[in-house]
């Protein structure tokens, strides 16, 4: 866990719940940019220290419960600072790539050493590599307002191998408004998914539901 940031720092700076209400109101790729090259630095402090984030635990936990095996690989969407890799890494995988469009967030996570692989690439475009290269992805707080948003889902079940796993979390915010109940509805339709969980989850300690945790087989 990191530090938590001295009192010097924090007055220097916007508080943690400042900075989780620009992340809410965000509008286009170029106010994503500059808030998480702004936030990176004290990222980790911020967001699972002062407001208690605990979405990401989880979802890592409920991906490590339908994977026995922890040899597969694993892409790690919207990596982040490595907080999802951590826990995966705990639960025994080993072969974790991360995937996330700001250079400062991966910068954070590259000096954890958690990943075998970071690459630089934004969710809502086509990715660069192969079809079926892994055996499951993972994204904790990606599928939110202002992030990414439910076309990315097609891009993610072409590069996991057929049989493969996705677990995700899916802000109620975006639920609706974003299509994300209506795609997968029609992947769902189509054979090409399978929900195996499906939870409405606090993701921050203590609060109200707030999101969609979904396991989903490709």
């Known amino acids: 866990m990191s530090p938590p940031a001295s009192s010097d720092d924090r007055k220097d700076r916007p508080t943690s719940a400042d900075m989780l209400a620009r992340a809410r109101g965000l509008k286009d790729d170029a106010e994503a940019r500059a808030l998480y090259r702004d936030w990176a630095a004290h990222y980790d402090a911020d967001v699972f220290d002062t407001l208690k984030v605990r979405g990401s635990d989880r979802i890592a936990d409920l991906l490590a419960a339908h994977l026995p095996t922890r040899d597969g690989a ?11 890799a951590a826990r995966l890494k705990a639960h025994g995988f080993s072969r974790i790539d991360g995937l996330d469009f700001s250079p400062e967030m991966l910068e ?6 958690l990943y075998r692989d970071l690459i630089a690439a ?7 590599m192969a079809d079926d290269r892994y055996d499951a992805a993972v994204s904790a707080g ?6 990414v948003g439910a076309d990315a889902l097609a891009e993610i079940g072409r590069i996991v191998r057929p049989g493969g796993l996705l677990a995700v979390t899916i802000a ?8 994300f109940d209506d795609a997968l509805a029609r992947l769902t339709a189509s054979g090409r998914l399978s929900i195996l969980t499906d939870t409405h989850e606090p993701i921050v300690a203590g609060a109200a539901p707030q999101a969609r945790f979904l396991v989903c087989r490709l």
């Open 74 to 84: 694993v892409i790690d969407l919207g990596c982040g600072t490595g907080h999802v």
């Open 108 to 113: 954070v996570a590259r000096g954890k050493a």
């Open 122 to 128: 934004d969710l809502n475009r086509p990715l660069a």
């Open 142 to 147: 990606t599928f939110t307002s202002g992030h």
């Open 172 to 179: 109620d915010t975006v639920w609706h408004e974003g299509g």
